[in-house]
T-cell receptor, first 116, second 112 residues
């Protein structure tokens, strides 16, 4: 009954490879996100989708391509992996609020990517 | 952009009250202040959110002065299990198009 799940949990791969990380949420939320957390614990947003539509696209190399087949899924595909891509990637979801308060984000357990 | 500044780390002992302050000098009128907690090898988890004055829930209290340029997360009687990284986040809802900036957080270590 995990609210936000990610697969795989660990991913070890060689430079230049292409890999995907999958995310699913069963909370019925409208918005999903991808974050990257580096070794210094700095958590940085990469993308945000609302109802399958790209909303936030931060300065991320175009080797990273999110795909949202439906409202409950937001996958992250990474082409030509580089050493600097090694990090923990978190998926999150939230429900748009009617008021102006900040939506509570629910995070997945993270995917630890190591590029060798 | 409402950037936040927090202490990099803090130490305390079990049973003590811990206060973590976050500075956000450029907070916008519509911005809310939200705190998240992250345990090792887990994703961040929502703790508390507020707009002004004081908010309290079963986990923590959030104190926000009148000028809203800072906020203080207060954890009463901490235990070892409160050892985590705490993030202060300032912004509005998705509809306000505020950028989502978590920052590097405060690493809280609780000792016996």
């Amino acid at each position: 009954d995990t609210a936000v799940s990610q697969t795989p949990k660990y991913l070890v791969t060689q430079m230049g490879n292409d890999k995907s990380i999958k995310c699913e949420q069963n909370l019925g939320h409208d918005t999903m996100y991808w974050y990257k957390q580096d070794s210094k614990k700095f958590l940085k947003i990469m993308f945000s989708y609302n109802n399958k539509e790209l909303i936030i696209n931060e300065t991320v190399p175009n080797r990273f391509s999110p795909k949202s087949p439906d409202k409950a899924h937001l996958n992250l595909h990474i082409n030509s992996l580089e050493l600097g891509d090694s990090a923990v990637y978190f998926c999150a979801s939230s429900q748009e609020q009617s008021g102006r308060e900040q939506e509570t984000q629910y995070f997945g357990p993270g995917t630890r990517l190591l590029v060798l | 952009l409402a950037k936040t500044t927090q202490p990099i780390s803090m130490d305390s002992y079990e049973g003590q009250e811990v206060n973590i302050t976050c500075s956000h000098n450029n907070i916008a009128t519509n911005d809310y202040i939200t705190w998240y907690q992250q345990f090792p090898s887990q994703g961040p988890r929502f703790i508390i959110q507020g707009y002004k004055t004081k908010v309290t829930n079963e986990v923590a209290s959030l104190f926000i002065p009148a000028d809203r340029k800072s906020s203080t997360l207060s954890l009463p009687r901490v235990s070892l299990s409160d050892t985590a990284v705490y993030y202060c986040l300032v912004g509005g809802g998705y509809s306000s198009a505020s950028k989502i900036i978590f920052g590097s957080g405060t690493r809280l270590s609780i000792r016996p």
